[in-house]
């Protein structure tokens, strides 16, 4: 069964500290990983996008990881901020019929002050 | 460039109501379209997809049903609403089913 494994589920860190979302998953076959943002009340929004050869992607503080034959990824946020405050959702793309997007249920990250 | 637009954004309705979100994509032709629900605490469930005018797919049996009667246009309905209908609805949209997939804002339905 494919599925998404996120953790941890919520996470409270200090302004300026660092943080590691990790996401493992169980989908074959594996087209490629995304990241997600979801401001609270709001859609989702695209983070970075990795495919099954790419193993590092950044888009400003946030750096994503993927290790293709362990199936895990992790999203990286480095000198935190208010605004990261959020939940982050690692989404899986399969190649099987259907729209073959895999959800993880995300990760709620707090940035306190 | 690409838009997507969902209203409304809060929603109340009373139980065996009716209901009808709406959802148009500006900027492409010929989109994947899909309806997400996102109950409080999990996460995206997929609820319909279209590939095409008219085509709709259901992932999971449910109170709704779902039309695309245009291009870039997909109505999510019920005939009457149940309780457990509540939940942040969201609509998005992707190129080719792999591709990234962008979402509209959502609209946060209050079934009473």
């Known amino acids: 069964k494919n599925q998404v494994e996120q953790s941890p589920q919520s996470l409270i860190i200090l302004e300026g500290k660092n943080c590691t979302l990790q996401c493992n998953y169980t989908v074959s076959p594996f087209s490629n990983l995304r990241w997600y943002k979801q401001d609270t009340g709001r859609g989702p929004v695209s983070l970075t996008i990795m495919t099954f050869s790419e193993n590092t992607k950044s888009n400003g503080r946030y750096t994503a990881t993927l290790d293709a034959d362990t199936k895990q990824s992790s999203l990286h946020i480095t000198a935190s901020q208010l605004s990261d405050s959020a939940s982050y959702i690692c989404?899986?793309?399969?190649?099987?019929?259907?729209?073959?997007?895999?959800f993880g249920k995300g990760t709620t990250l707090s940035v306190s002050s | 460039s690409q838009t997507i637009h969902q209203w409304p954004a809060t929603l109340v309705q009373p139980v065996g109501s009716p209901l009808s979100l709406e959802c148009t994509v500006e900027?492409?032709?010929?989109?994947?379209l899909y309806w997400y629900r996102q109950a409080a605490g999990r996460g995206l469930q997929l609820l319909f997809y279209?590939?095409?005018?008219?085509?709709i797919s259901s992932e999971v049996p449910q109170n709704l049903s779902a039309s695309r009667p245009q291009d870039r246009q997909f109505i999510l309905s019920s005939k009457k609403l149940l309780l457990s209908d509540s939940g942040f609805y969201l609509c998005a949209w992707s190129v080719q089913r792999n591709t990234e997939a962008f979402f509209g804002q959502g609209t946060r339905l209050t079934v009473v």
């Open positions: 900027g492409t032709s010929n989109p994947n």
């Open positions: 989404v899986v793309s399969a190649e099987q019929a259907g729209t073959a997007l895999i």
């Open positions: 279209s590939v095409g005018i008219g085509q």
